[in-house]
């Protein structure tokens, strides 16, 4: 069912207009020819923005404190964006009488950003090191620069497209969980791809 379809054959009852917007990813769910792509490109576009918070980012070797400040503001804003994904796409979908309608592309921003967990180190948060210890990670660990921007991106389409396990049995969960949470999966494997770049020297 292509967009223009589903907004033809809507249930009935009051439309949910908020819940609309944020589930099509403020209408990019309505843009022609691979939503999904566009819904990706919107997450891609919400961690660039992130990135303007963090001065020298998109440097290579940035500091270590600027990729910390990454993951803390990653930290926040991914969850918030799961548990609204999950309200928002669960209510569309409803609304449109659909299992997973192709214009809902929050699920697709929400596991793009999950991706960038795979970029900044996450020892100083989870284990208490000091900034000066923070400093002296090894290199291997996945900078915040625009090659992995891209790299992220590309992984995340390859995963989202492919759905390896356990992507398709996440589907299968109830409303907005089965929407979002194949796409989630999609997103931890792209972070690990990300990680695994940067070991490999890429």
């Known amino acids: 069912m292509n967009p223009k379809t589903e907004l033809a054959t809507l249930s009935a009852g009051k439309k949910p207009r908020f819940a609309i917007l944020l589930a099509t990813g403020f209408g ?22 992130l ?28 969850p918030l964006l799961a548990v609204l994904g999950v309200w928002a796409a669960g209510r569309a979908a409803r609304y449109l009488a ?20 795979g970029g900044p180190p996450v020892g100083h948060i989870f284990f208490g ?22 790299l992220g991106f590309i992984l995340f389409r390859v995963f989202d497209i492919w759905k390896p ?14 929407i979002m949470a194949d796409d989630w999966v999609a997103g931890v494997y792209a972070a690990l791809g990300l990680w695994l770049a940067r070991a490999l020297g890429l």
């Open 98 to 117: 659909a299992k997973d309608p192709q214009i809902v592309v929050i699920d697709e921003i929400s596991g793009q950003l999950i991706t960038f967990f």
């Open 129 to 150: 090191f000091s900034l000066a210890q923070v400093a002296r990670v090894p290199r291997w660990l996945t900078p915040v620069n625009w090659k992995y921007l891209l």
């Open 165 to 178: 396990f356990p992507a398709r049995q996440a589907e299968a969960l109830p409303g907005g969980w089965g």
């Open 51 to 78: 990135c303007q918070f963090i001065p020298d980012s998109f440097v290579f070797d940035s500091p270590a404190w600027t990729r910390r400040e990454f993951l803390e503001l990653l930290i926040v804003v991914a």
């Open 28 to 49: 990019l769910g309505y843009l022609p020819k691979a939503p999904g792509t566009w819904g990706s490109l919107g997450g891609l576009a919400l961690v660039w923005c």
